[in-house]
Nanobody, 121 residues
Framework: QVQLVESGGGLVQPGGSLRLSCAAS????????MGWYRQGPGKQRELVAE????????NYADSVKDRFTITRDNAKNTVYLQMNSLKPEDTAVYYC??????????????WGQGTQVTVSS
């Protein structure tokens, strides 16, 4: 069974930093693209950042460019989101997302359980 396990959320003051981690565990062939989404109060889930499995190509939402950085460690099947200069509007539940090639030969999408990030003074 494939799982995405997230960690690193919490409460931080405006201007502060947090680092989220998400590790894929279980039995699978390999992890393809990975990313982070978020859903704020009363809002739809939106893409924050994503990264490819090869060449580490990245894509960011305009609202987080120059403040957030997504990276990955393929040896650990882990993706990270370094969040700097946090703003109250970054408050949301953050979800990890990954496309994983299963042992059955299918490429499936998996989601983490979500981790709360609250930016408040």
């Amino acid at each position: 069974q494939v799982q995405l396990v997230e960690s690193g959320g919490g409460l931080v003051q405006p201007g502060g930093s947090l680092r989220l981690s998400c590790a894929a565990s279980g039995s699978f062939f390999r992890v393809d693209g990975m990313g982070w989404y978020r859903q704020g109060p009363g809002k739809q889930r939106e893409l924050v950042a994503e990264i490819t499995s090869s060449r580490d190509l990245t894509n960011y939402a305009d609202s987080v460019k120059d403040r957030f950085t997504i990276t990955r460690d393929n040896a650990k099947n882990t993706v990270y989101l370094q969040m700097n200069s946090l703003k109250p509007e970054d408050t949301a539940v953050y979800y990890c997302n990954a496309q994983i090639w299963t042992l059955l030969g299918t490429r499936d999408t998996y989601w983490g359980q979500g981790t709360q990030v609250t930016v408040s003074s």
